[in-house]
């Protein structure tokens, strides 16, 4: 059974080292974080450690820049904390400088192989001085990594208020009646979404496919595709009347947006020379008459290349349309970008945080940051 931090005496907390798995993986430019809904959703998991006396390290990996030196101003913003960076070679120094600030980050966790092995050594080098582990990353506990798992085997272990909200919504995406609840996946990685179609077969009323993801499945019925992006190795060939696909699209020589005009066609006229960039009027029309009966809404994924203006109306559409609905759970980055450019990230009523977690959740599968806390038990 998992346990929450929430569970903690706050008595116990004050003066104590707590090890906090967080997921700042975000995107950079420059010094500048370019998305930081992820960042801020750990607020409340740090403020309250922090209120409760409790001395704090955040742990993360990031995958964009080697170093998480050039964004800590800017992580100290979203978070409202002055953060006090910390290089692995430096680990041992935790206590003088917590002398100094009472929240500190350790660097880019996966500056050490030993974190994707999931090596207990290294783990017993993090957990060295601290009193508990709190695991606040559901967003990266479907990695059997060190920080994620091992640790968990070492330290008293629970799960943050951010993972508590993620588990908890998630759960009730799996669980509410199939009868009015909509599942909409796009994106370009069907080998991601395919197994959640498939355990939401009998759990949801209709599944919208868009983006490449529904290539896969019009290459499987025969269609040409022309250069649209098509995952060959894997098989879309799922004959259920629950899955709707597009009806028609947007399609262009060009990915890029700018050279080419766009064409507005159906499946069985794209030409060799030209990608499926968008869903069309009529698949936007037809999305959103089913969105708008249904009680419920899960989203995952862009309805085309939606990080381009030209290629963006039908995800626009779509996230207006799922804006509208009172139960509603989105996620996935793309997704989240798209809808925060939009400004219609506040319209929903869980925005989950993860992207593959999420999905290999939704797919049924375990996940091991969730089984090193118990969650399975």
Known sequence: MIKYLSEINKNELAGKKVLVRVDFNVPVKGKEIEENYRVKAHKETIDYLIDKGAKVLLISHITTID?????????????????????????GSVDTLFQVSPVLLLDNIRQDK???????????DLSKGFDFYINDAFSASHRSHASISAIAKILPSYGGF????????????????????????????ISTKLPVIKNFLDKAE?????????????????????????????????????????EDFITSGDLSGKDFPSYHKEISDIPKSEAIVDIGTKTIDNYNQIISQSSMIIWNGPMGIGEIKQFAAGTNAIAAAVARISNSIIGGGDTIAAVDKIGLLDKYSF???????????????????????????
């Open 114 to 124: 030993r974190e994707e092995k999931n090596d207990m050594e290294f783990a017993l």
């Open 162 to 189: 951010l993972m508590k909200k993620e588990i908890e919504n998630l759960s009730k995406a799996l669980s509410e009646p199939a009868e009015g609840k909509i599942v909409i996946l796009g994106g370009a990685k």
């Open 351 to 377: 925005v989950s945080t993860s992207g593959g977690a999420m999905l290999e959740f939704l797919a049924g599968e375990k996940l091991s940051g969730l089984e090193a806390l118990g969650y399975y038990e």
């Open 206 to 246: 209709k599944i919208l496919v868009g983006g490449a993801i529904a290539n896969n499945f019009f290459r499987a019925q025969g269609f040409e595709t022309g250069i649209s992006v098509v995952d060959d190795t894997i098989s879309a060939d799922i004959n259920n009347p629950k899955v709707i696909l597009p």
């Open 67 to 91: 170093s998480f030196n050039p964004i800590v101003e800017s992580l100290s913003l979203c978070l409202d904390q002055v953060i006090t960076m910390v290089p692995l070679a430096e680990l």
